[in-house]
Structures are given as C-alpha cells and as structure tokens.
C-alpha cells in the first residue's frame, strides 16, 4: 500500500509539472511580423489592462486550459498587448504610439483603437480579435470567455 501511494503522489507530481510548463506563446507584434513573413498562420491578438478583473480571469482560467494552449500554440500566432501600453509599435511599415496617453490617464493604444474598436461603443477589456491567415480580421470578441467559449471562436 505503500508503494502505490508514492507511486500515486510521483505520477501526480509529474503531471502537475508537465501542466505547469504548458502556456500560450505571446509574441510581440514585432516578432508577429517577422514570423508571418516567414510562414502565414491564423492570429489571436488579446488587448489586456492591469486593472480588468476579466482579463486577470481569463489569464489565470481559460488561457490556462491545455485544449486551449494547444490549440493556440499549433494554429496560431498569439499576441498579448496591454491596450494602455506607451511603448512605440513598428507593424507593416507604420509605427504605431499610445496618442491618447498624452491627454488621458489611461489613453488606449492606436493599434488596440485600429484592431479591436466598435461602432458607436466605448472601447472595452477583455478584446480578442481572431484574423486569418491573410490577416484580415474573423471575429472579435469584448468579453470574458471561458475555456469552452474560446475554443469554439478558435474552430
């Protein structure tokens, strides 16, 4: 009885590790460039902020998940892009700048405005944008997901 109960707890520690090491491949738009020049490939985009409750969830649930990590990690190239960020960004010959931050607290990105506005509606966290492999934009979402949700806008 023993031995199967260190047999048990060394499987399910080895498990929990291989888990562990698991998680999304965040690329910057920078080396997302670099790497669609190379070979073309579907695209996640995920515009965050350190204060969206949502967006911590979904980092610490469904980006979390290993259908999910696989799925991503296979099929697409995965952007990870705080939308108050005040860094420069070089993308397709344009450089890109958080002009908003200039005037406001928490001005928003333009590149985040270019790929995940609305019509008519204040811009909002947590933003997916899914574009194909010709980079054009598949879908979009402004919302919590769960694990079950993200994959079905992944098909």
């Known amino acids: 009885m023993k031995h199967l109960f260190i047999l048990f707890f060394i499987c399910s520690q080895y498990s929990a590790f291989a888990q562990g090491n698991q998680s999304v491949k ?16 579907k695209v996640l985009i995920y515009f ?3 204060w969206c409750v949502y967006c911590k969830k979904m980092e610490q649930v469904a980006f979390k998940k290993i259908p999910v990590i696989k799925k991503l990690n296979e099929e697409f190239y995965t952007v990870k892009l705080d939308a108050e960020s005040k860094r420069n960004i070089r993308f397709d010959g344009r ?5 908003q931050a200039k005037t406001q607290r928490n ?3 333009q590149i985040a405005l270019l790929l995940a506005s609305r019509k008519n509606t204040k811009f909002s ?3 997916i944008v899914v574009l194909d492999e010709s980079f054009r934009v ?6 919590y997901l769960t694990e079950q949700d993200l994959l079905k806008m992944l098909r």
Do not use: C, M, V, Y
Not at 26 to 41: M, T, V, Y
Not at 95 to 99: I, M, P, S, W
């Open 125 to 127: 966290l947590p933003a």
């Open 138 to 143: 598949k879908q979009r979402s402004f919302e």
């Open 95 to 99: 450089d890109f700048t958080n002009e």
């Open 26 to 41: 965040w690329i910057s738009f920078e080396q997302l460039e670099d790497s669609l020049a190379e070979k073309p490939k």
């Open 48 to 50: 965050n902020a350190d």
């Open 107 to 109: 001005g928003i990105h």
